[in-house]
């Protein structure tokens, strides 16, 4: 199944649909999450924490969105977080500038390069306006992030263009009150903003979006230093080098393939956590970010990415950012960023693991969406952890007190498990709607259970049916739906 | 307890402390959640879906938070969400206009009144800036709502000042889709943004803050048709009339003090939520807005109270809003709102829930936070379902493996409950440490566990401790933090 069919369930089962879509002036670029978006989004972020931020004893924090010109200042956004980008004299269209002339002539310039540069390469190529063959105004830069005016003066500020900032800004509080120690490792998830150019493909381009990062801040002298290790040295990772190449962690440390057992350890958690995702692990790598992909601030950069019928998409960025973003915290601020380890006063390294959430979760449905043709279906194999409606409640037929035994049952499980209560239509087509939905189980009221007290378990993914108590039904589901 | 109790616990025990402040441009009104808030706020968060989002059946959302001008122009907020503002030549301070005229001179000029009504009062009554004396501007508007530009052009678009405006937007949508039927409930937790002129008190009035509300979308001629009123007919309810009075939702249905079954029905599951939430509910309040107090848009409106060291704080906005916001978009965007209910077309009416949570938490806080003198601690008493710390991992010395032994315990269980792993400092002082974050158990690991593999089990209130086997741990835990 590919985007258009994900898009359609999406649309259709309200799992995302676009933002303000009864507006003319809705903007591209924002996405809302329908029920059983939301549903998927707070399990997966659930499980998550399980294999992320409590196995590693993470700290979370929740931070503002809107923060003080002064943080992006000394995060370099203020100046280095912009596109240069030009526009049509003719159609008003905008284009990056380093996008068309590459796509027109193959000549790179970099994002970094003076103005002119873009100017020079547009004009000695001829280069026009793709919509209408217009000419381009100068190149300009456009900065991404969102500006805000606070109180009645509108001192300026800013809707965060990543999560991590509020991380490196709080961790001298955190440090301290929470009695620190490296490594030491704090997590956030929340909202991030970019004002891009060409949102495009719904939750894959988005100008609002969900990031879940985490910081862990480390002595850089002790990067191989770490007992854990051997909790992931026989898990398999997927390297894009020059080719594709499984190898387990420590096999990437002792080739050199990751740099040290320090981030190997992160990458080895990260790749168990993605695997009970549900994403189909032989579709995804880690790529090594050359030396001109990197993100400015990044020593060492692996991305994350998954196989998608869009093409290969990054879902998570690793960076070793180094000491770069304490470093320019404490130089901007005065404020202490140094800890003591062991006795040596020091300056912690930071090495990232950047999660787009809203990627996972597309990456996701694609991975799990099912043309099960033989039984005439579409069955969306969500792990029953992850599925939005856990379980379907449903009566055979509402005459004879069935619905009301349904109700009954329903009444029971609803505050703990995600249910679906439906008593209308043909049996067999509310079964095919939760399986396009994912719900893995369905509990069906029939005439046996005004006599005996037991209901049918569907199960989605075989489609048998088992009968069990209604007195079993919780303990059932509870370990059927239990995170792994 | 009292209101700087509270605030020295929250910021040396990671519940809540300010947004950017390491840097001298920090705004006020912005604060972050530390790890304990963000584990208080997720298990509240948690007890709210269950007791009045799946209990009720409802759907959960999550919108864009940036929203489009139409928005705003159809819900009134472009034009009325603004304050009376002045701004004192000399030295520049910002106030309310009604207010520092109510304040001097006990007149009240309406919100709404023309701008010269306010210079006029001021004029006449030679009110002058009340930090330096100085003279006025005249009366501006400032509206609250911020302002971003989007994409390279800056088209307008806005904050959402309230997450509900994405529920009323998006409900065309949700009751095709979902296939809806009356009353038809949906809830969205997020951030909101109001640019105030004064922020103050931490989460009490912030710029940026969490809302969690629910719409009931209802048939306006069927708010006394509502079976499972009887749910609740027996919940007590305190009012505040002329002066404080409990009555069940029956008693004020049948006296008028309640309008009619719907609106009591979701008074009644609302005051059963905040009983579970350890909020002292002899401390709380419904109180009945009087015409000038409501919103524009309420016909009939209770504000959930609930008393403090700080005052009365409004903690839920309860408003019937009629068929004002489903109108507004349904002119505004030319998209037919109007649903059919029992072979008869209605454009529903909408009562809110609306739900400040950072006021909530903070309730909750100084309810529970006690000075136990009698043993020397601070307790707080977090119900065990809302603790953001479920259990501490302890040894009792370090040495003769204990260490090794609690270590072992603490992989077992960490994944699956939030748990503290702590090994250094006087039992004692841990356990102290525990009691302040509000931790309901501990589990220590002593001698006798290396033999028969018990621990201690430490009751956080009673200060009691009993020995269970470690087989038991996830039982025993599972038991006693188990929403009720």
Known sequence: MNYDDVMKLALERGFY??????????????????????????KFLELWRRELVRRDNMLEIDGSQIMSQSVFEASGHLTSFADPIIQC???KSTFRADKLIVESTKIEIPESADLTDFDKAISENNLKCPNCKGGFEATRKFNMMFK??????GEPAYLRPETCQSIFVDFPRLYKTMRGKLPFGISQVGKSFRNEISPRQSLLRLREFYQAEIEVFCNPNKLNDLEKFSEVQDTVIR?????LKEMTCKEAVNSGTIPNKFVAYYLGILAEF???????????????LGEKEKAFYAEVAFDFEVETTTGWLELVACNYRSD?????????SKEKFEVMDDDVKVLPHVFEISMGIDRSLYSILEHCLQNDKENDRIVLSLKPYLAPVQVGILSLVKKDGL?????????????????????????????????EVGTPFAITVDHQTLQDDTVTLRDRDSMEQNRIKISEIDSVLYKKTAFP
Chains 1, 2 share one sequence.
Not at 23 to 39: I, K, L, N, R, T
Not at 274 to 288: C, L, N, P, V
Not at 324 to 331: E, P, V
Request: aromatic share 14%.
């Open 324 to 332: 770069y973003d304490l470093g320019s915290h404490a130089k901007k």
């Open 89 to 91: 004299k003719n159609c």
């Open 148 to 153: 805000v005016g606070i109180g009645p003066d």
């Open 239 to 243: 390297f894009q080098l020059d080719k």
């Open 274 to 288: 993605y695997e009970k995702t549900g994403i189909d692990m032989s579709r995804s790598r880690f790529r090594k």
């Open 17 to 42: 649909f676009p933002s303000c879509e009864i507006y003319a002036d809705a903007q591209a670029g924002f996405w809302e999450y329908g029920p059983s978006g939301v549903g998927l989004k707070n």
């Open 403 to 435: 619905k009301e035994k349904t109700d009954e049952i329903y009444q029971l499980i609803k505050r703990k498990y995600d249910s679906f209560l439906d008593h209308s239509g043909a049996i067999g087509r509310r079964y095919r709607r939760l399986d």
